[in-house]
């Protein structure tokens, strides 16, 4: 739309006067009077305004015939007239109903140029057709530029929250210029009749005096907030922010208003200066309303949910463009849609996005952990000078850091794209997935910590990847391509285990000892339970066999087990070096296994060379009555020259 429109957003200062009056025509100088309007009807003062300045005129019968149905040429002509425009110099919308030779061709043509009033979508204005209320709210809310919000106010029954013209339904109420044909009913497509007309638009206009109030919440009860500038009641649009369940945190809030007759119809502007605790912070509850114009935090603590800003989100006390966080804090957003925050802290401190929220752009330039416990990917998060060490736990699809310092990047973030734009030494320590690492300078150094992964690292031209990653062929196993190229990593040779040969020396031990103890103990030859095997200077002897436990005793059980001093007394020059019993052992049908254990422990307890023997005691078998149990036994010994 051009500047003749009137701009009357809920935020614009337009409101306070800077419309230029429609000057009175010739015709508005003489008295104007029309045989069927009296002074007693509603619309009296709206027609005779709207006559005098030449919006709207009568037939030259001198009647103005309010009960006659307006067509959509004539309110095209009327809503011309009430915003001054242009009609000389305009674009053909080339409906087919409506001929440059048509009365109402340049007011229609006029309105389309400005987006206005479209036609049906079929080439066709509809000319003639009658205008309906909902088409009458729709024109007259792009005309004046009133805000498009959903319909929070349920006294009209008629009202399809879903069709295009409720979304104007709200501002037409919150601004009094609808009041309904009914207390319940707004007859959306009832037809507009010329009194109607009239009214609608003189209401509308009016609107340009309402007043901006600038001023510091005293208290807010609900449809009442109270401000030091005086104590306004609460439109419909606005008690989702205005309502005694966020008075605490709008306790002392510089808040601008936009007042109407008294009555708060648009919040232009909002800063809640409150603090809460670490234990118990501020809860400030939007109800999924909107704020249109800016929101600023100073106060510490804050809990700020199910809210959406369509102006600047400020948190602290930077510039109004900009979203700065109040040190030692911890803020914590949840169901919130932002557009732009910049973070700025004297010290660091902690940032949550919970549930559904989500903002366009998220800058840093200070200290800061980051924490979103939602599946929400930012779109894009920016690091400037002032942080040194940031912690972001949250999924990133761009993460770009030009900080001219030194800077350390750690915390559990995903990130799809991470640009280096600085020459400063960087320090990735993430434990997440970096897919893309784009390193943009020549004299950047980077290190990659022991846990950190990248996909792929895009080097700056004519440079190699031990030019300014930090101990590239060290850490060259943590990322899978540079510039495209897969990253190979050499496997070292493996060198298989040598076994000594044996000496000739342990080699005639080990065969002395054989006969031995063949001599000794009748029946044992090589086997599964008897082996002699020889590596290096070492003799390794396994004996094994059964026994049964009925019959253990202190002698029995040494006997059985080939006691040491038995094998010691094998005449070679060898020590033992260390002994490993282990015995296998079924379940006795008279003996529990923690019995048979604790009496085998006393016996071999007992054993006069205990001090270099490891018994391992295993218990096997089934537990039915009337088993016989029987006990293997294996002695590991390993004899070393001595």
Do not use: C, W
């Amino acid at each position: 739309m051009s500047d003749k429109l009137f701009k009357m957003t809920v935020a614009s200062a337009m409101l306070t006067g800077s419309i230029v009056a429609l000057a009175p025509t010739a015709q508005g100088a003489e008295a104007v009077t029309f045989k069927d309007v009296s002074k007693s009807m509603a619309s009296y003062e709206a027609i005779m305004n709207l006559t005098k300045r030449g919006v709207i005129s009568g037939y030259s019968d001198s009647t103005f015939r309010p009960a006659e149905d307006v067509t959509r040429g004539q309110a095209a002509k009327f809503i011309a007239g009430i915003m001054n425009l242009d009609t000389s110099s305009v674009v053909d919308p080339k409906f087919s109903d409506v001929p440059k030779s048509h009365p109402f061709y340049k007011y229609i043509a006029a309105l389309n140029k400005e987006g206005v009033i479209q036609g049906y979508g079929n080439n066709k204005f509809g000319v003639n057709d009658k205008l309906t209320r909902a088409q009458m709210a729709i024109i007259i809310g792009k005309a004046f530029g009133f805000e498009q919000k959903e319909l929070v106010n349920d006294k009209f029954v008629d009202v399809n929250k879903k069709l295009p013209y409720a979304q104007y339904v709200q501002s037409l109420i919150d601004y009094d210029i609808t009041r309904g044909l009914t207390s319940t009913t707004f007859g959306p497509y009832n037809f507009v009749d010329r009194a109607q007309m009239a009214i609608f638009l003189h209401r509308a206009d009016m609107m340009k005096d309402g007043v901006e109030i600038t001023g510091n919440v005293t208290s807010v009860k609900d449809g009442e907030v109270v401000i030091n500038k005086g104590s306004y009641t609460v439109s419909d649009s606005v008690k989702a922010i205005l309502n005694e369940k966020n008075a605490s945190a709008l306790k002392g809030a510089e808040i601008t208003l936009n007042v109407k007759n008294g009555q708060v119809v648009s919040v232009k502007s909002l800063e809640l200066n409150a603090s809460g605790t670490a234990a118990t912070p501020l809860v400030f509850d939007g109800a999924g309303s909107t704020l249109s114009g800016d929101l600023k935090l100073t106060g510490k603590h804050l809990a700020i949910n199910n809210f959406k800003v369509n102006g600047t989100v400020t948190i602290g006390d930077a510039p109004v463009s900009t979203a700065t966080i109040v040190a030692d804090s911890t803020i914590s957003f949840t169901n919130v849609g932002f557009k732009v925050v910049e973070v700025d802290s004297k010290s660091p401190m902690a940032i949550q996005f919970l549930g559904t929220s989500s903002l366009t752009q998220l800058n840093i330039l200070s200290n800061i952990k980051l924490i979103s416990d939602t599946t929400y990917i930012f779109p894009s998060v920016e690091i400037f000078k002032g942080a040194d060490n940031v912690t972001l736990d949250a999924q990133i699809n761009s993460l770009t850091v030009q900080t001219p310092d030194k800077f350390t990047l750690d915390g559990n973030a995903a990130i799809k794209n991470l640009v280096l734009a600085t020459a400063a030494p960087v320090n990735i320590e993430t434990t997440g997935k970096v897919d893309n690492l784009l390193i943009k300078l020549k004299e950047a150094l980077v290190s990659l910590g022991a846990s950190t992964k990248v996909g792929d690292v895009k080097l700056p031209a004519g440079t190699d990847a031990k030019d300014v990653i930090k101990d590239y062929d060290s850490v060259k196993d943590k990322i899978d391509k540079v510039d495209g190229e897969p990253v190979v990593t050499p496997t070292p040779p493996v060198t298989p285990p040598v076994t000594p040969p044996a000496s000739n020396e342990a080699a005639e031990a080990a065969a002395n000892l054989k006969v031995q103890i063949s001599e000794k103990l009748k029946g044992y030859s090589d086997g599964e339970d008897f082996q002699i095997t020889v590596t290096g200077n070492t003799i390794n002897f396994k004996i094994g066999g059964k026994f049964d436990p009925e019959k253990i005793s202190n002698t029995g059980l040494i006997s059985s087990f080939l006691t040491l001093k038995e094998i010691q007394s094998v005449d070679v020059d060898y020590g033992i070096d260390n002994a490993n019993i282990k015995l296998y052992v079924s379940k006795d049908k008279q003996k529990s296994e923690s019995e048979l254990k604790s009496e085998l422990k006393v016996l071999i307890d007992k054993t006069e060379y205990k001090k270099d023997t490891t018994f391992d005691v295993t218990l096997n078998g089934e537990t039915n009555s009337g088993v016989t149990y029987n006990v293997k036994y294996d002695v590991v010994l390993s004899l070393i020259p001595g």
